[in-house]
């Protein structure tokens, strides 16, 4: 029986080369740390070994502790960032009473003028004239390090930018808008890690290996014509199960029994679950072109507008990736976070894993 092989991701980068105010030590880290990822890590972002390890605890640690105060916070809750500088989640409240509490929790706390709820809602109204946008706006979404949603625009477009939110109804006090020199777009149609052909021809990325099959982008299902599969060595893999885009991007692979899912990376990494890590935590994936990159999460919630068409609820990072990386896997410390979906000259975004699980009904196979 044949094991089926997958694209290889690094787990988790560090944004700062300093020495990081950590809460806990490196070996606490080290349970966390996909090993191979290491060199990824210290050539993208500077760090040493012991310097990675303890990036990685603190940052599992602030992460736990900022799941459990979003929860104990309700509508009170402004977001949830990670500080690099003190190793600390940094928690935003709405109601400066609240301050006390985030502290003794052992967080940071930033008393702020808009909750998650209404930021999430400004995102919505955005969405909701979508199809009236113009096309300089390339996306949209929450900021919580700045309580603010952040509009991206090409160059020179500030004011359309403006006027699109104007239209839409947002609150545009809450609003912070940024030019970029390029568009999104896709990476289709390539080479990435361990690949998987559609059609005989289109090749895309196989992303995490879940009951059945894997995940991967859905944009390579539904620009190709969703062909059969066939694996890295030609051999007979399967077929899509289902998919969505645009609107969102992810697609569920069946493979026939040539092919045994297993829970890693095509390096060996092991995936140990799917907890979302937080906003300013560092984040690394693989890709056949740009290999292993590394970089933080910079936003959540982002609503990216393709020529292909539009995509919703993805996350924002400052790894690097190119066409042949589409499909890829994002994974911070040794947990799943998302499928490499497309980018510009400096970012790229990525589809939550977990949405893609629970809209495809499938399970994680986990390491």
Same mark, same amino acid.
């Given at each position: 029986?044949?094991?089926?092989?997958? +694209?290889?991701?690094?787990?988790?980068?560090?944004?700062?080369?300093?020495?990081?105010?950590?809460?806990?030590? @490196? /070996?606490?880290?080290?349970?966390?740390?996909?090993?191979?990822?290491?060199?990824?890590?210290?050539?993208?972002? !500077?760090?040493?070994?012991?310097?990675?390890?303890?990036?990685?605890?603190?940052?599992?640690?602030?992460?736990?502790?900022?799941?459990?105060?979003?929860?104990?916070?309700?509508?009170?809750? %402004?977001?949830?960032?990670?500080?690099?500088?003190?190793?600390?989640?940094?928690?935003?409240?709405?109601?400066?009473?609240?301050?006390?509490?985030?502290?003794?929790? %052992?967080? *940071?706390?930033?008393?702020?003028?808009?909750?998650?709820?209404?930021?999430?809602?400004?995102?919505?109204?955005?969405?909701?004239? *979508?199809?009236?946008?113009?096309?300089?706006?390339?996306?949209?979404?929450?900021? @919580?390090?700045?309580?603010?949603?952040?509009?991206?625009?090409?160059?020179?477009?500030? $004011?359309?930018? *403006? #006027?699109?939110?104007?239209?839409?109804?947002?609150?545009?006090?809450?609003?912070?808008?940024?030019?970029?020199?390029?568009? @999104?777009?896709?990476?289709?149609?390539?080479?990435?890690?361990?690949?998987?052909?559609? !059609?005989?021809?289109?090749?895309?990325?196989?992303?995490?290996?879940?009951?059945? %099959?894997? +995940?991967?982008?859905?944009?390579?299902?539904?620009?190709?014509?969703?062909?059969?599969?066939?694996?890295? #060595?030609?051999? /007979?893999?399967?077929?899509?199960?289902?998919?969505?885009? @645009? %609107?969102?991007?992810?697609?569920? $692979?069946?493979?026939?029994? =040539?092919?045994?899912?297993?829970?890693?990376?095509? #390096?060996?990494?092991?995936?140990?679950?799917?907890?979302?890590?937080?906003?300013?935590?560092?984040?690394?994936?693989?890709?056949?072109?740009?290999?292993?990159?590394?970089?933080?999460?910079?936003?959540?919630?982002?609503?990216?507008?393709?020529? *292909?068409?539009?995509?919703?609820?993805?996350?924002?990072? =400052?790894?690097?990736?190119?066409?042949?990386?589409?499909?890829?896997?994002?994974?911070?410390?040794?947990?799943?976070?998302?499928?490499?979906?497309?980018?510009?000259?400096?970012?790229?975004?990525?589809?939550?894993?977990?949405?893609? +699980?629970?809209?495809?009904?499938?399970?994680?196979?986990?390491?």
């Amino acid at each position: 029986m044949k094991i089926i092989r997958f +694209l290889g991701v690094a787990a988790v980068a560090a944004a700062t080369a300093g020495t990081m105010a950590a809460v806990t030590s @490196p /070996a606490a880290g080290a349970a966390l740390l996909n090993p191979d990822m290491v060199p990824a890590m210290q050539r993208d972002l !500077g760090l040493t070994h012991s310097q990675a390890l303890a990036r990685l605890a603190a940052e599992d640690s602030a992460t736990k502790v900022g799941q459990s105060l979003q929860q104990s916070l309700g509508d009170k809750f %402004g977001g949830l960032s990670f500080d690099a500088a003190t190793g600390k989640a940094r928690v935003a409240v709405t109601d400066a009473a609240l301050v006390g509490k985030v502290r003794a929790a %052992g967080a *940071e706390a930033q008393v702020v003028r808009f909750s998650e709820q209404q930021l999430d809602s400004s995102v919505a109204k955005l969405n909701a004239g *979508e199809k009236s946008a113009p096309q300089a706006v390339t996306s949209w979404g929450v900021d @919580p390090a700045a309580n603010r949603v952040t509009i991206t625009v090409l160059k020179g477009q500030r $004011a359309t930018a *403006e #006027n699109f939110a104007k239209q839409s109804g947002v609150d545009t006090s809450s609003l912070e808008v940024t030019e970029t020199a390029a568009a @999104p777009r896709l990476h289709y149609n390539v080479l990435g890690g361990d690949a998987y052909y559609i !059609g005989g021809s289109s090749r895309c990325s196989v992303g995490f290996s879940v009951n059945g %099959g894997f +995940l991967t982008a859905g944009h390579c299902a539904a620009l190709t014509g969703a062909g059969p599969l066939t694996g890295y #060595n030609r051999v /007979a893999m399967g077929s899509f199960s289902s998919y969505r885009f @645009p %609107g969102s991007d992810y697609a569920y $692979a069946r493979v026939n029994s =040539n092919w045994t899912p297993v829970g890693q990376i095509n #390096n060996g990494t092991r995936v140990s679950g799917s907890t979302a890590a937080a906003v300013g935590a560092s984040v690394c994936k693989s890709g056949s072109t740009t290999g292993w990159t590394c970089g933080t999460i910079r936003a959540k919630n982002q609503t990216v507008r393709y020529p *292909e068409g539009t995509v919703t609820g993805m996350v924002l990072t =400052n790894a690097r990736s190119d066409h042949g990386d589409s499909g890829g896997s994002f994974i911070s410390g040794n947990q799943a976070q998302g499928l490499l979906s497309g980018g510009d000259t400096v970012n790229t975004y990525y589809f939550p894993v977990t949405t893609a +699980l629970s809209a495809t009904g499938t399970t994680l196979v986990r390491g």
